[in-house]
């Protein structure tokens, strides 16, 4: 697959070569849906707690006497059948993370690029650099090219005043090519490669 490399002023700089082994795929919606599900619960805090029987606060006293009341046997006010009782088999903080193989985790990301390059949401860039880092012109750039909800994706590292200016435009995020996956990309209208992105991403997933 053949793409047209453009620059940040929207100038054209040549052609580049995507491999269909990662570019040109079908996208399979089952495959993205288990990786990104895998992303969320892994990122998910799971810090979600309740009070039990024995760590509420109330007296431990017996509350009426077993017999003679014509009531339910109780003992103290803790129970979980009153008010401000201990809660039975509530939530406890643990981990929501599951596992899956590094292969399927690879094969997802193929996938979400093939998604984007099939949706015509691919674009590559030369470079992601700026000489000094001013948000205003790289805000007048992307307003030029008609970016809005953009992630862009450099090689091995980020150009730093390329990121420090990126940082306070709304819906434009830029990351590392390792960074790279799927939900980030997914949840994005464009995908922005830079040359040095496609790359390090081919090398990643060969």
Do not use: C
Not at 24 to 47: F, S, Y
Not at 59 to 86: E, L, M, V, W
Not at 158 to 178: C, K, Q, T, W
Not at 184 to 190: A, E, G, K, S
């Amino acid at each position: 697959m053949k793409l047209d490399v453009i620059k940040l002023d929207g100038a054209k700089a040549g052609t580049v070569d995507l491999g269909d082994e990662i570019f040109g795929l079908e996208p399979r919606a089952d495959i993205l849906h288990r990786v990104v599900r895998w992303q969320r619960n892994k990122a998910q805090a799971g810090t979600h707690k309740v009070k039990t029987r024995s760590e509420t606060s109330y007296s431990t006293k017996k509350i009426y006497r077993q017999k003679g009341t014509g009531g339910a046997r109780h003992g103290d006010r803790n129970a979980p059948i009153f008010r401000k009782g201990g809660v039975y088999k509530g939530p406890t903080p643990r981990s929501h993370a599951h596992d899956l193989p590094k292969k399927f985790r690879k094969l997802g990301l193929k996938h979400a690029l093939s998604a984007k390059a099939r949706a015509g949401e691919l674009i590559v860039i030369e470079a992601a650099e700026l000489a000094a880092p001013r948000t205003s012109e790289l805000a007048k750039s992307v307003k030029a090219l008609g970016w809005k909800r953009v992630l862009i994706i450099d090689g091995a590292e980020v150009n730093e005043n390329f990121a420090l200016a990126a940082r306070n435009i709304e819906g434009l995020d830029v990351l590392p090519s390792m960074g790279a996956n799927v939900y980030d990309i997914l949840r994005r209208d464009t995908l922005v490669l830079t040359k040095a992105g496609v790359e390090a991403l081919e090398a990643r997933l060969k």
